[in-house]
């Protein structure tokens, strides 16, 4: 039991990164190979003010989420202006930017040695240490981020997105500012992806670089792609699948070393079939 538990909470921690991908990538058009940056700003934002300023989770969620969106902001009036590959090669070059600074700015992040003993979650004396606690904890910020991201594509603001995705220039000729559509959806994703952040690293208590590297930004892009660009609920069942499938390879005798390597090769070989075959995902809407 204690081990769906664990599973779920990681789906609802990867659910939450998959809706806020697919908000840039599934209903704007824009590939973005750079969420794991986000991801690792919540997560270092919870980790450092939690283990060593003694602030509380929610005040770091908060703080996490702020400075996500403000590098978001920043790096998004940068690549906002890039289309096609040089948007995609921008977006991974920020991830390992990203990267650079939480392996070498040692006296915040204590680099590769990482942080450890992040404490749990606690809301008005109540305890988030019971793994089933999280769970429901984890589950309803992924409600939250579901419920913001359907609110943000039902929008007269989502209507737009999705006239970026299908044709910008038609949407210029109207009088729409496609640089500042791009620019606030990049930031609102951003911003989404740093609760996820914060989640892991209050649920796993320890977080170092590795965590955040392009490869976790290339499974993430794989949830959206499998589940289904431009469908919510696709980001949902891709996050389950990916989260799960690959857990049946500890149960058929493969080592951790050779199951973590496999791993990594089933996400790069789901990729070239979806594009090749399925290139909206399972019950995506929109084709990259």
Do not use: C
């Not at 790069?268 to 090749?276: E, I, N, P, S, T």
């Amino acid at each position: 039991m204690d081990y769906l538990i664990h599973l779920s909470i990681l789906f609802a921690i990867y659910g939450i990164l998959g809706l806020s991908l697919n908000l840039v990538m599934g209903y704007t058009g824009l590939l973005s190979v750079t969420h794991a940056a986000f991801f690792g700003i919540g997560a270092y934002t919870t980790g450092i003010l939690m283990a060593h300023a003694g602030f509380g989770f929610f005040t770091s969620l908060v703080i996490g989420i702020v400075l996500s969106g403000i590098l978001s902001f920043i790096v998004g009036a940068i690549l906002s202006r890039l289309s096609g590959d040089y948007f995609v090669l921008g977006t991974i070059g920020l991830n390992y930017l990203v990267l650079a600074v939480f392996t070498n700015w040692y006296d915040l992040t204590r680099g590769p040695l990482g942080i450890a003993g992040i404490p749990k979650p606690n809301l008005f004396g109540f305890s988030f240490f019971e793994s089933s606690h999280f769970l429901i904890l984890a589950i309803a910020f992924l409600l939250i981020t579901f419920l913001i991201s359907r609110f943000v594509v039902n929008s007269s603001f989502g209507r737009a997105l999705k006239g970026i995705r299908e044709d910008q220039k038609a949407l210029q000729v109207f009088g729409y500012n496609i640089f500042s559509y791009k620019l606030a959806i990049f930031t609102i994703s951003g911003a989404l992806a740093a609760i996820a952040g914060s989640l892991f690293a209050s649920y796993i208590t320890f977080i170092n670089p590795e965590s955040f590297d392009v490869m976790q930004s290339v499974f993430i892009l794989a949830i959206v792609v499998l589940g289904g660009l431009g469908n919510l609920k696709g980001s949902l069942l891709g996050a389950l699948i990916l989260v799960v499938f690959p857990e049946f390879l500890r149960f058929i005798g493969f080592p951790s070393e050779v199951a973590a390597q496999t791993r990594q090769a089933l996400y790069g070989l789901l990729l070239v079939v979806l594009m090749l075959y399925r290139p909206q995902g399972l019950i995506g809407e929109y084709k990259l």
